[in-house]
């Protein structure tokens, strides 16, 4: 249970003032839904309200802060619709005050004239004459107090201004409980670092420029804070997981080199490797949880389908999780022959299956009579009773966060667990994303791949890859087409891909297919069917295609605004062509003018294909105040620390969670109660499960 210290920190936002449920919809998007979400989201930059030139100096289009006399008020005029006007003057010269739809009480009020007033504004030029259009502030110069002179900036999102987003911030940190320290005495007084509490009033309270860096001694202590959580969190997870036993689990080899004789091709050398320290783990008694890392199309399923062999051959069953009903029976479908030749019993359960014929598959597999088992993870979420599953596989595990991948490993008699990723993992993150399981990588690619081509082409250039994509159509080549998701919003933007598909088939004919997330299961099978036969030419997809898909003679890609993806996603994109040993092509169609990030995001992908280099580039362009790519890449997200600026940090709180755990195994002590706030704070809470109770 969460301590209830932290409660007023875990409410919805709602519970801040003047919050209600439209604007908290828009805050969740920019920060959280919760208040700690606000907390937790420093300010990206400022305004100071310190500069107070003479009007003479102010500089045009600047915010400034002019100290002026009330000469004279000028009210709209009635029936027109002109602007309310207040003419001000200090000794070098006037500006005028405008506003719209002004209330002439309240203005009388707040500007009386004949007084002096302190004006802050942006301060503009309209037919040779100096105005602040709607001041930000207006202050008696006697209370200078009541003009804040530096404002925090926040990130922020369409409809939500930052004046909102402001206020919610300052009551949030209102709000804020004073914590007990978590951290090491010595180590704060060491780095010269604050409380908790002052760190957080010194993030949000930037009163110049320096104070906004990722190294002021409030933000260090902050993402000294994150990083310990994220760490501490880890070597619990390690440790729970270290006293697991499991069984040994050892083939004889038998089915394996059957499938194996029915491969069409052999393994390389980085598969086999994988294999054997697969092999290894689940040998042992302990139990296995083992990452597979591949780029794309480095062939992690084969190694995968073999390691279940594996487990059938000592007389246990295998489960594969995908991310998506497409995925599961691609996996089904493609490793029938193999399955075959071994002579094992493949099946597939999706959420389309219900009724009867669903009962009929529990009950084989109840039964041991299929001896392995593809699904969606929403079907491995519900109770599937199995014979004596000795090995699960979750493919594509950057789909799936820690929090499944634990629900998984906690419960029932516990299989070894093998996860496949795509997602490169640079040196820096490796720790802190996957510190809790072993690694083994396929670094190298089948032989014979031929580099995709990369190009990318403003979207004026839309009708002539139209044409580019029906001449290849018509040689028998094939090619994906995909549309992009509405940016900030889960729901598929259909008229786009629909459009697209209409206007493909204007050109095209038949051979053009159309697959997108709201499709039924039987639908989208129905389609992707006709594309792997060839019937199809041309598939029209959204982003569902991205994970895993497998279809070799696919040689062209296009991706439509490639500039709303992330450098992941795009590489992830692509990797759906070059699969086969045709030359193959992708083009970026973006839409003019590029950002500066955007365009260098689209210069990595034409420049490179090796997954791990497009990781450590997307890592720094993102570190360069991009906020897209953390959303898509599949990296953990830091929301105070920097992992490529904090990278020192992070080594320093890995030998940190290390000590504490071997002085204070279970968190008992006053710190260690204190370090489990600090892991609730930073929603670890799966961590502090795995405690006793204290
Ligand atoms: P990913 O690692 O992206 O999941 P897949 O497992 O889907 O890649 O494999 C991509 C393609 O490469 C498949 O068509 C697969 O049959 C093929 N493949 C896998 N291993 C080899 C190999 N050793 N030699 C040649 N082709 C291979
Ligand atoms: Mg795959």
């Known amino acids: 249970m969460r301590p209830s210290i932290l409660n007023p920190l875990f409410a919805d936002v709602t519970a801040l003032p003047g919050v209600g449920p439209k604007l908290a919809a828009l805050i969740a998007r920019a920060a959280g839904p919760r208040v700690v979400d606000l907390l937790l989201t420093p300010p990206i930059s400022m305004i100071d309200r310190s500069a107070r030139p003479d009007i003479a100096d102010a500089r045009l289009g600047e915010l400034v802060t002019l100290d002026v006399t009330v000469d004279r008020h000028h009210p ?6 002109l602007p309310y006007k207040v003419v001000c003057s200090d000794a070098t010269g006037f500006v005028t005050l405008v506003f719209f739809h002004a209330r002439e009480d309240y203005l009388r009020k707040v500007l009386p004239e004949g007084e002096r007033r302190l004006v802050s504004g942006r301060i503009e030029d309209f037919n040779g004459a100096l105005q602040i259009t709607h001041p930000d502030h207006i202050a008696d110069p006697d209370r200078p107090e009541d003009m804040p002179l530096h404002e925090p900036v926040y990130p922020l999102t369409a409809g939500l201004t930052a004046n909102v987003m402001r206020k919610a911030a300052a009551n949030a940190l209102a709000r804020a409980p004073s914590l007990p320290e978590w951290q090491e005495p010595n180590w704060l007084k060491a780095r010269d670092w604050p409380s908790w509490n002052a760190a957080l009033l010194a993030v949000h309270g930037p009163t110049a420029r320096e104070d906004l860096g990722l190294l002021t001694p409030a933000r260090q202590r902050l993402a000294y804070d994150e990083l310990l959580a994220g760490q501490l969190a880890l070597s619990l997870i390690r440790k729970a997981r270290a006293k697991t036993a499991g069984r040994a689990v050892r083939g004889d080899g038998r089915l394996v080199a059957r499938a194996m004789a029915a491969m069409p091709f052999r393994l390389t050398g980085g598969q086999r490797d994988a294999l054997k320290e697969i092999a290894a783990d689940m040998s042992a008694p302990e139990r296995m949880v083992r990452l597979v890392q591949g780029d794309v199309g480095s062939g992690k399923t084969i190694v995968a389908f073999l390691a279940m062999l594996t487990a059938v051959e000592a007389g246990g069953q295998a489960a594969l999780m995908a991310p998506t009903e497409i995925l599961a029976r691609q996996h089904h479908e493609s490793l029938q022959p193999l399955a075959d030749a071994a002579g094992v019993r493949l099946d597939v359960l999706t959420g389309r299956d219900k009724g ?122 094939q090619a994906y087409w995909v549309c992009p998701l509405v940016e900030e919003s889960d729901v598929i933007d259909l008229t786009a891909a629909e459009d697209r598909f209409d206007g493909l088939k204007a050109v095209m004919g038949d051979k053009v297919g159309l697959v997108h997330g709201r499709m039924s299961g039987a639908e989208k099978d129905a389609v992707m069917e006709r594309f792997h036969r060839g019937e199809i030419a041309v598939l029209i997809a959204t982003t569902v295609i991205e994970v895993g898909v497998n279809a070799p003679n696919a040689t062209i890609i296009i ?45 990595v992908l034409r420049r490179t294909e090796d997954g791990f280099l497009i990781a450590e580039e997307d890592l720094r362009l993102r570190g360069a105040g991009d906020a897209l790519g953390s959303a898509q890449s599949g990296f953990p997200q830091f929301r105070l620390a920097d992992a490529g600026v904090h990278g020192e940090l992070l080594a320093a709180a890995r030998d940190d969670a290390r000590l504490i755990l071997e002085r204070d195994p279970d968190l008992k002590d006053p710190r260690g109660q204190a370090l489990r706030v600090l892991l609730y704070l930073f929603s670890r809470d799966e961590a502090v499960r795995l405690l006793s109770a204290g």
């Open 76 to 81: 709209a005029p009635k029936g027109r619709r």
């Open 356 to 477: 009867a014929g669903r009962r009929d598959k529990l009950a084989r597999l109840k039964a041991g009579e299929t001896d392995i088992l593809f699904g969606t993870h929403a079907v491995f979420q519900e109770d599937i009773a199995f014979r004596d599953l000795a090995l699960a596989v979750i493919d594509e595990q950057h789909r799936f966060g820690v929090r499944q991948r634990l629900s998984l490993t906690q419960k029932g008699p516990r299989p070894d667990l093998l996860v496949m990723t795509a997602t490169p993992i640079p040196r820096t993150l490796a720790l802190t994303s996957y510190g809790d399981m072993d690694v083994s990588q396929i670094t190298e690619k089948p032989a014979g791949r031929k580099p995709v081509e990369t190009r990318a082409a403003p979207l004026e250039r839309l009708s002539a890859v139209v044409d580019g994509v029906a001449r290849a159509a018509a040689r028998g080549e």
């Open 559 to 603: 991706i439509e605004h490639a500039e709303r993806f992330g450098l992941a996603q795009l590489h992830q994109l692509r990797g759906r062509v070059g699969r086969g040993d045709k030359p193959s092509s992708c083009v970026l169609l973006y839409k003019a003018p590029l950002g500066e990030t955007a365009k260098a995001r689209l210069n």
